[in-house]
């Protein structure tokens, strides 16, 4: 079974300063998806950013980028210029590649991130 | 596009009484749904997936009986909550995946979730 985990419950970053949030997995699969998801307030799940274990460039999405570790495991994403928009809670997330395209996902426990204006 | 809806957002019920959620896929098909429960400050856990036109598929230690699940069509999956307690009182989050627009990868999207009370 695949597990995921984050070991920080709780961060915080200045506003437009840079975070990492860290993210370690553990499969036996070699194809396989990564993810951050996002959720505010207000609870709705929003994706982040995606990473396909197959591919060795690190996936960016305008501030967000991750560095993707296949041999160690680790999926970290970082956040440029924070924004207090930014404040949320973080899930990393895995999906195999080889159940199909309606896999289940695999979340880790979440980080906390606060924002300090 | 790909939105996914669920009701009711909030409802509180009786010890006892059971509760139905909806999960609604508006724009788009979807032969599979996913429904987690969350709690304050936790991760989600999956509870189950729905398929459509079969039996759900319950993870390892959910109750079968306590939370029933009907995939009626391929834009509705219901979960039914019976004779609900206090510790039911949770967050309850479904998803569906399809493709995003003008991508070849299938994506999760999530609904906005149901918060349950039951006093």
């Known amino acids: 079974a695949q597990t995921v985990t984050q070991s920080q419950p709780e961060m915080s970053v200045q506003e437009a300063e840079t975070v990492t949030l860290s993210c370690t997995y553990d499969t036996s699969e070699s194809d396989y998806y990564l993810f951050w998801y996002k959720q505010p307030p207000s609870r709705q799940m929003i994706l982040v950013i995606r990473?396909?274990?197959?591919?060795?460039q690190n996936a960016t999405e305008n501030r967000f980028s991750v560095n993707f570790q296949k041999a160690a495991k680790s999926f970290s994403l970082k956040i440029s210029d924070s924004q207090l928009g930014d404040a949320a809670m973080y899930f990393c997330?895995?999906?195999?590649?080889?159940?199909?395209?309606?896999?289940?996902?695999?979340f880790g426990k979440g980080i906390t991130l606060s924002v300090r204006p | 596009g790909a939105v996914v809806s669920q009701h009711p957002s909030r409802v509180i019920c009786k010890s006892g009484t059971s509760v139905k959620i909806e999960c609604r896929s508006l724009d788009f098909q979807a032969t599979t749904m996913f429904w987690y429960r969350q709690f304050p400050k936790q991760s989600l856990m999956l509870m189950a997936t729905?398929?459509?036109?079969?039996?759900?598929?319950?993870e390892q230690g959910v109750e079968k009986d306590k939370f029933l699940i009907n995939h009626a069509s391929l834009t509705l999956s219901t979960l039914t909550v019976t004779s609900a307690h206090p510790e039911d009182s949770s967050f309850y989050i479904c998803?569906?995946?399809?493709?995003?627009?003008?991508?070849?990868?299938?994506?999760?999207?999530f609904g906005p979730g149901t918060r349950l009370t039951v006093l």
């Open positions: 990473q396909e274990a197959y591919k060795q």
């Open positions: 997330a895995y999906r195999s590649a080889f159940t199909g395209a309606n896999s289940k996902l695999t």
């Open positions: 998803s569906a995946p399809t493709l995003r627009r003008g991508s070849s990868y299938n994506e999760q999207f």
């Open positions: 729905s398929n459509e036109g079969s039996k759900a598929t319950y």
